[in-house]
């Protein structure tokens, strides 16, 4: 439920902020109206960046309602989990709470060249909202 109204109130977002991405941004900084930038033309993100709006990031969204709901149910407490998606697949990965794996989700997307940092921070606070709300409002324990 958190991940799939995060998903939609960050996609509802990107339609009506409409904001380019690094890549268009970095790229055509001559048509920007600001003299002070200057375009790179040859500049390439790390990854490919999907052909869709900057801000939000619903990646940085997804992570933090994923992150805040688990930590409403299990505290504040450290996991581990093998990943499925790194070079290595024997890689275990340790943090100290979800909401410190969310950071580091939100963080690899402007590692990666594929977001602005300020749409990751959005995204993250939009994904807090969202899981707040859902929490507050239909994930209460059932009254005997």
């Known amino acids: 439920m958190g991940l799939m109204d995060s998903y939609l109130a960050g996609w509802d977002s990107k339609f009506h902020y409409y904001l380019w991405r690094p890549y268009t941004a970095i790229r055509a ?22 052909p869709v709006q900057d801000y ?10 994923g992150a ?6 299990f505290g504040d ?3 581990a989990f093998a ?3 790194l070079n290595d697949m024997n890689t275990t990965l340790a943090y100290p ?3 410190i794996a969310a950071d580091e989700n939100a963080e690899s997307r402007v590692l990666a060249g594929i977001h602005f940092r300020f ?3 959005a995204g993250q606070a939009m ?4 899981a707040q709300w859902i929490v507050l409002n239909h994930l209460k324990p059932i009254q005997d």
């Open 127 to 130: 994904g807090n909202d969202v």
């Open 68 to 73: 805040t709901i688990l930590t409403y149910y």
């Open 29 to 50: 900084a001559a048509n920007d109206g600001n003299p002070s930038t200057e375009p790179d033309l040859t500049w390439e993100p790390e990854q490919v960046t999907p």
């Open 77 to 79: 407490q450290p996991f």
């Open 56 to 65: 939000p990031s619903t990646h940085s969204a997804l992570g933090n309602a």
């Open 97 to 99: 709470n979800f909401m």
């Open 119 to 121: 749409a990751c921070v």
């Open 83 to 85: 990943s499925s998606t």
